[in-house]
């Protein structure tokens, strides 16, 4: 069980070194987001080291902690497959909070079209290897997300310790990837073997989570406005 976690994580690193191809001819410059007014409870945590930039942002809260974090991708290429287009969207907490959860935030989704650009839309949320019937047309977790049919499997035989450090999606609860607002930036740029474009995307994440190792229940909440960037081989 738990070497099939592995190899996930592997897998999706090899993709997202593939989709990362076709962009790296362009610079890439550092996303910061503002910092926002903080008189909270004591369990949140403090983003001090973060420069103000009130255009683009990514806030995370998983249970009453929250933070904001500047460390995310969100791309689209077909450089894994030329008939396809992969959507990547990856999350690190900051360190205070990837210390107290150890969650890995990664998301993908497959489409068959040669389209890379988002759209408004609500799409559901699907763990590894989910039996959802809606499966194809939302986004998959990646990393230790895992769903409930393989939770109930280990349960069954005994092996809970091989899902150390997993998380279980709850299905019970509605499971969510909310794009609100797309806009092109007008950066398109035709290259000889591919072409390349923004777009500023607006949304939220919600899900509900099981943690395995002291089966804890959370709620996580991501609010972001952030760059999207695409590239289509030709």
């Known amino acids: 069980m738990s070497s099939n976690l592995k190899l996930m994580k592997k897998l999706l690193i ?23 007014s903080q ?34 991708l969100m791309s689209s290429s077909n450089a894994a497959r030329k008939e396809s287009i992969l959507i990547l969207f990856g999350i690190t907490l ?4 990837e210390e107290k959860y150890q969650l890995d935030i990664s998301l993908q989704k497959r489409h068959n079209t040669l389209d890379p650009k988002l759209k408004i839309g609500s799409y559901p ?25 393989t939770y109930e499997q280990a349960k069954n035989e005994n092996i809970l310790e091989d899902l150390e450090g997993s998380y ?11 794009i609100k607002d797309v806009m092109d ?10 072409t390349t474009g923004k777009q500023r995307v607006k949304g939220e994440v ?21 760059e999207h960037e695409w590239a289509l081989s030709k």
């Open 14 to 36: 090899i993709v997202f070194g593939l989709s990362s191809i076709l962009q790296s001819c362009k610079d890439y410059k550092a996303k910061e987001v503002s910092l926002l």
């Open 168 to 178: 279980v999606l709850l299905l019970e609860h509605t499971n969510t990837l909310n």
């Open 125 to 149: 949320l699907f763990a590894i290897m989910s039996d959802a019937e809606d499966y194809v047309n939302g986004f998959q977790f990646l990393g230790n997300v895992i769903g409930e049919k």
């Open 39 to 72: 008189n909270k409870a004591s369990t949140d945590f403090e983003n001090s080291d973060l420069t103000e930039q009130p255009n683009y942002y990514c806030k995370v809260k998983i249970g009453k902690d929250e933070c904001i974090t500047t460390d995310y």
């Open 94 to 97: 900051n360190e205070a909070m």
């Open 185 to 194: 930036l007008d950066v398109e740029q035709d290259q000889p073997f591919y």
């Open 206 to 226: 919600n899900f509900n989570l099981l943690r395995v190792d002291i089966n804890e229940k959370l709620t996580v909440n991501i609010d972001f406005d952030i």
